[in-house]
């Protein structure tokens, strides 16, 4: 099936879960902006423990923060935001239709690899094990050819890029001849920039009202933050500020879902260091930060870092933690080195000095930061992307049933355990509810009583609980249960006492968590 198809399977199984909806649905909804129902903020609040856990109780060296939305208006200004948060936007003048021009082009190079993916994908069939990938890229001529084209295109974009020139990116895209998706014409508009931020006006206007700003990264709070946590924490350089929370963007394109929103919540840390030292830590949170990725076993094939051809106004260096979604490669996690542009410039704007004094050198300065920024609403569509799956499963009469399935990290999955009486009489629906009102207080538990036993299956498969109970007439002789695992499938008969133990050994964080302490 085509990946395409599979996307938006994968987003009609997200409503019909209850995992995520648009948001304002009944009046037709709000473009870019989402719900998360019962199950999607279970799987959102699990998703953020792991990130908060990982970052705060396994490093004594960072600490939480939870800042306002709200902020004074010239932490914008100072930041750099009021005048540089922009995209550059362009319109087709046939459908009407609004397009980042940065979008365009990265689209247009993702057509280039994607031909090259094309051929691999039939050498490798072709000669099986015996395959050289690498001896193919330097010697197929088609390869070599779609290669020169990405070089070419990303040299000029590049340069494009850092120049701000917004007419040859425009040039770009006639060149390329690049046509807008709906409309199929290379009717282009000229390029210009287009501030991302949402205002609003804080006081009531007999006060004097004043424009506030809707915070576009959660980073700008631990910046003006920085020396009330150093000093109340007696924080000693390295140490970070972990925090997660809204950020708000007024996004020009609007699609693939809970991808690119205007509100979505972020999950930073900002790590301050030693001037001179940064290069060090930046290696540090790139190595940590995939191996936290990757600690989901979502396969290592389907990650890679994308180093940033423009650096953004206040980094020396830059990368990315790309997921390969349904979609293609994309965009989960930025790690950065930050330099001192914020708290110096914090410092200038407010005129307070914002430094450290570092008793080793017995000297003050200006700390440099790394900073480790990962979209929550990203993460969430990682995980799900990567654990949805359509299972054939070959029936007796050799036809073949599919089992929809959401192969969630256990630790991560909304529900643990769901406890099924066979039949709703013999005692066996008390026998199911006294299981759960003892093991409610370990992990989210649900019962199910309705339709057959095999419907309650492929009903949890599709939320993605892995395990379920099944209490029966046995249960009511020897206080046994069947404990069904949602992968394998695979049956087994225990004690209603050992429920507990073998169920927590497989969903608690802590067992994640020790294999994460590296
Ligand atoms: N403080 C740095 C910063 O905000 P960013 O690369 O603009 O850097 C960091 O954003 C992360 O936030 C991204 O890697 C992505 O996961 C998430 N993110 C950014 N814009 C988003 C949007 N419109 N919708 C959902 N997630 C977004």
Redesign the pocket.
């Given at each position: 099936m085509a990946q395409e198809d599979i996307f938006k399977k994968l987003i009609s199984h997200c409503k019909e879960y209850g995992y995520v909806f648009q948001s304002s649905e009944v009046y037709d909804g709000l473009a870019a902006v989402y719900d998360y129902g019962q199950y999607g903020v279970e799987l959102k609040n699990n998703i953020k423990k792991y990130w908060w856990d990982s970052m705060v109780l396994l490093h004594e060296n960072v600490v939480g923060l939870d800042s306002a939305i709200f902020m004074h208006p010239t932490v914008w200004k100072a930041s750099g935001h009021v005048d540089a948060f922009s995209d550059p936007l362009i319109d087709n003048k046939d459908s009407k239709k609004r397009y980042r021009a940065d979008v365009l082009i990265e689209d247009q190079r993702a057509k280039f690899e994607a031909k090259i993916d094309k051929e691999i994908g039939k050498a490798r069939k072709r000669f099986g094990d015996s395959f050289d990938e690498q001896q193919f890229r330097e010697t197929n001529q088609r390869v070599l050819a779609n290669q020169v084209k990405i070089n070419e295109l990303t040299e000029r974009f590049t340069k494009a890029l850092n120049d701000d020139d917004l007419v040859e990116i425009k040039q770009i895209i006639i060149d390329y001849e690049i046509s807008c998706p709906v409309s199929g014409t290379r009717n282009w508009t000229d390029v210009r920039q287009f501030n991302l931020m949402f205002s609003t006006e804080i006081g009531s206007t007999a006060e004097g009202a004043s424009t506030i700003y809707l915070r576009p990264?959660t980073?700008q709070g631990i910046f003006v933050n920085y020396l009330n946590v150093q000093k109340t924490g007696r924080m000693r350089l390295p140490f970070g500020i972990a925090q997660t929370g809204k950020?708000f963007?007024n996004?020009i394109v609007a699609r693939q879902f809970?991808?690119?929103?205007?509100e979505?919540e972020?999950m930073?840390m900002q790590f301050f260091v030693r001037p001179g030292e940064e290069m060090k830590w930046f290696e540090f949170w790139k190595d940590l930060r995939m191996k936290w990725h990757q600690s989901l076993n979502f396969g290592a094939e389907n990650y890679k870092f994308h180093n940033h051809e423009k650096l953004a106004h206040y980094a020396n260096a830059a990368t990315?933690i790309e997921f390969r979604f349904p979609f293609g490669f994309r965009?989960?996690?930025?790690i950065?080195s930050r330099t001192d542009f914020d708290l110096k410039q914090h410092e200038k704007f407010s005129g307070r000095k914002i430094q450290y004094f570092d008793p080793e050198l017995n000297e003050s300065y200006t700390p440099y930061v790394i900073?480790t920024?990962?979209?929550l609403?990203?993460m969430f569509l990682q995980v799900i992307s990567a654990s949805f799956d359509e299972e054939e499963i070959p029936k007796e009469n050799g036809t073949k049933d599919i089992r929809t399935v959401l192969r969630l990290p256990a630790f991560l999955a909304p529900v643990k355990m769901a406890v099924f009486p066979l039949v709703k009489k013999d005692g066996l629906p008390d026998i199911a509810r006294s299981i759960i009102n003892e093991l409610k207080f370990d992990f989210y538990c649900q019962y199910d009583e309705k339709d057959s036993i095999g419907k309650r299956y492929r009903r949890h498969d599709a939320i993605g609980t892995p395990f379920c109970v099944t209490v029966d007439h046995q249960t009511t002789e020897d206080q046994t249960v069947t404990i069904r695992e949602r992968d394998s499938m695979k049956q087994e008969r225990v004690k209603i006492e050992e429920l507990r133990s073998i169920i927590r050994e497989k969903v608690n964080f802590k067992n994640k968590l020790k294999d994460l302490d590296f």
């Open positions: 990264e980073a950020a963007r996004e809970i991808f690119r929103m205007r979505f972020q930073e990315d965009e989960v996690e930025g950065h900073e920024s990962i979209g609403d990203r």
